[in-house]
């Protein structure tokens, strides 16, 4: 099979059906800059997403050029040094159960072969993850923020809100990654991005074009057919 080259990737997809089928996480971008016009026609797509009651809970916070350089580096020195690190919303299970924890492993191991890093080797393995906080090189970061006085509802309609910012981005031909890690050093981003203490980062996206001579853009995990997680019910159960 002839793999994808940037030619083709840059290209946007003739149909919602495309964006959606070619979306999937970048983990490797190239420079070229992404116009702010782009940028706000992308969240504006993204804003078009339903919210309860049109409350429309997210906040956007876009880092570019000295302003995304300077905070990633202050991040990834957090990062390899081990400090802080804070966490202010559970988003993994203590422990995973299965099936979560055998596609976690497999999508783990399969990106780290891909990139030819085998078991054990730890180094190679942090200095892989710590390029989430470099957006994988990414020109444009967005951070994603709620109020904290909003509930476990608003949290849905922000994980429509992401949808519709990745899918919106694959319609013009650009590449995202979702960043839950970066939630974990909101204090040093919030501080830099002056966010307002009312609010809490949800997550960093990476935006650009993907680099495709890189080897871990082709990577893509498997998906469940339909029928392994769907019932079809036609009849009522008695009760």
Not at 23 to 37: C, Q
Not at 62 to 90: H, K, P, S
């Amino acid at each position: 099979m002839t793999k994808e080259t940037n030619t083709d990737r840059h290209q946007p997809p003739s149909t919602v059906e495309g964006a959606i089928a070619s979306r999937r996480s970048i983990r490797a971008f190239l420079s070229d800059p992404v116009e702010d016009e782009t940028i706000r026609e992308i969240l504006t797509l993204a804003a078009r997403a339903p919210s309860g009651t049109n409350t429309q809970p997210w906040r956007a916070y876009v880092a570019r050029g000295e302003v995304r350089e300077q905070l990633c580096d202050e991040i990834v020195a957090a990062f390899l040094a081990g400090d802080q690190y804070d966490e202010e919303y559970a988003y993994a299970p203590d422990p995973w159960g299965e099936p979560y924890l055998a596609r976690r492993r497999a999508t783990g191991w399969g990106l780290y072969g891909t990139l030819g890093i085998a078991k054990g080797e730890k180094d190679k393995m942090q200095a892989q993850h710590a390029r989430n906080f470099k957006f994988f090189d990414a020109p444009v970061g967005i951070f994603i923020t709620i109020d904290r006085g909003l509930e476990l509802g608003s949290w849905l309609d922000i994980g429509l809100f992401l949808q519709n910012l990745m899918l919106a981005a694959r319609g013009k031909g650009l590449d995202t990654c979702p960043q839950q890690a970066f939630a974990g050093f909101h204090k040093i981003i919030q501080k830099r991005l002056a966010i307002p203490a009312g609010e809490m980062v949800v997550c960093g996206v990476a935006l650009g074009f993907a680099d495709m001579t890189a080897p871990e853009n082709h990577f893509s995990p498997d998906r469940e057919p339909a029928d392994a997680f769907t019932r079809f019910v036609n009849v009522l159960e008695n009760t």
